[in-house]
């Protein structure tokens, strides 16, 4: 939270100052201070990387352009020309677009597998990479960290950990070797900065990241960091209205008739409630729902919704609900969505800080509506 706060020597600003300038002084073309070009290192940048780090209990951070560049960073520093993925098979839809797509282009083989399944071990063998994203999206299934850096017979292996942000898990403590974050959820928290980063467990894995982040162009830019190192303020403070919010949906639908499911670990009857419990210090405010009538009743929940807003993204302080089929997963197959388990009345809600009140009384209307059966 107090990340540079105080550290300005210029005029003794509390807020450290943004850094916009693209180039810096050399004494001598041999002579280069600390920075030379913002691509590479920035001031601004910088404080950001050392404060994502710190959360994480990393040896370094690249703050890159967006998660999916976050993505292509750990592809790119991990796995050879025609290395092994082993993804899980619900992972976000961006992401599996991207990891497919390099396998038709032949620069990866991707394996997208069920954590759960007995497939998974034998789906292991002469992998480079293992890529899990836990609680997966949009089903919010959890993947048991330890066990799989136990099981990943020497392959790196990545946790996307943006639904739980440092504050709720922090997979670098169970073994992993680095975490991957969309910046533009929980960590900025106010849907106006797309971003992502690595974080690395080693300081020789950290270089090679940063080295890699600078050569592709991927690094983040002075003004996003800034916006996102201010949001990252506020981390804790929000994350405490989001889980009580959330505690209260929860309790207001749950055993509504329109649902066919509720899928949100923090309950006893969540498959993976236990490891959840074990694994993270919270349970998060995504909540995902599956309405009993398909996407007809889909239809009738989203006509007059107030309050939650129909769009893509995730963790900021205004309340949203997304159709991930036709949305955020729509760069998967329809096979690849249906192997995930994503049915066409799935709705992703992401619990924001508005009145508890106010949130609650529009879902349960919502809930009403998609009840209703057209004749």
Not at 273 to 278: E, F, K, R, T, Y
Not at 293 to 306: C, K, N, Q, S, W
Not at 340 to 361: N, P
């Amino acid at each position: 939270m107090r990340a540079g706060l105080g550290t300005d020597t210029s005029v003794g600003a509390v807020v450290p100052p943004i850094h916009l300038s693209t180039n810096y002084l050399f004494a001598t073309p041999e002579q280069r201070g600390p920075y030379d070009y913002s691509r590479s290192v920035n001031p601004t940048r910088d404080l950001l990387n050392e404060a994502l780090a710190a959360l994480e209990g990393g040896a370094g951070a690249s703050v890159v352009a967006t998660g999916l560049a976050a993505v292509l960073l750990i592809l790119e520093t991990e796995v050879p020309q025609g290395g092994v993925v082993v993804c899980q098979h619900d992972v976000y839809g961006g992401t599996w677009r991207l990891i497919n797509h390099l396998h038709q282009q032949r620069r990866l083989k991707a394996r997208f597998v069920d954590f759960a399944s007995p497939d998974f071990l034998p789906a292991l063998d002469g992998a480079s990479l293992i890529f899990a994203e836990t609680p997966s999206n949009p089903l919010l299934r959890i993947t048991d960290i330890t066990a799989v850096v136990e099981a990943s017979q020497g392959a790196k292996v990545v946790v996307d950990n943006t639904f739980c942000s440092p504050l709720l898990q922090q997979p670098l403590s169970l073994g992993a070797d680095y975490v991957l974050h969309s910046t533009t959820k929980f960590i900025n928290g106010h849907s106006d900065v797309v971003g992502g980063a690595l974080v690395s467990r080693t300081a020789e894995d950290a270089e090679r990241v940063k080295y890699l982040a600078n050569a592709f162009g991927l690094t983040g830019s002075a003004f996003d960091s800034y916006l996102t190192l201010r949001g990252l303020r506020t981390l804790d403070a929000r994350l405490r209205v989001h889980a009580a919010n959330t505690a209260g949906i929860i309790d207001a639908i749950s055993g509504h008739p329109a649902l066919t499911a509720l899928h949100w670990p923090g309950l006893p009857d969540h498959p993976d409630h236990d490891l959840a419990a074990l694994q993270q210090s919270g349970f998060g405010s995504i909540v995902t729902i599956d309405l009993t009538g398909g996407r007809p009743a889909v239809d009738r929940f989203l006509d007059g919704l107030e309050v939650f807003h129909l769009a893509e993204s995730l963790g900021g302080v205004e309340s949203l609900v997304c159709h991930p089929a036709t949305m955020t997963h729509a760069g998967m197959t329809q096979k690849a969505r249906a192997e995930a388990g994503i049915t066409d009345g799935m709705l992703r809600i992401s619990v924001g800080l508005e009145a508890q009140e106010a949130l609650i009384s529009a879902l349960v209307a919502a809930l009403d509506r998609a009840r209703v059966e057209t004749r």
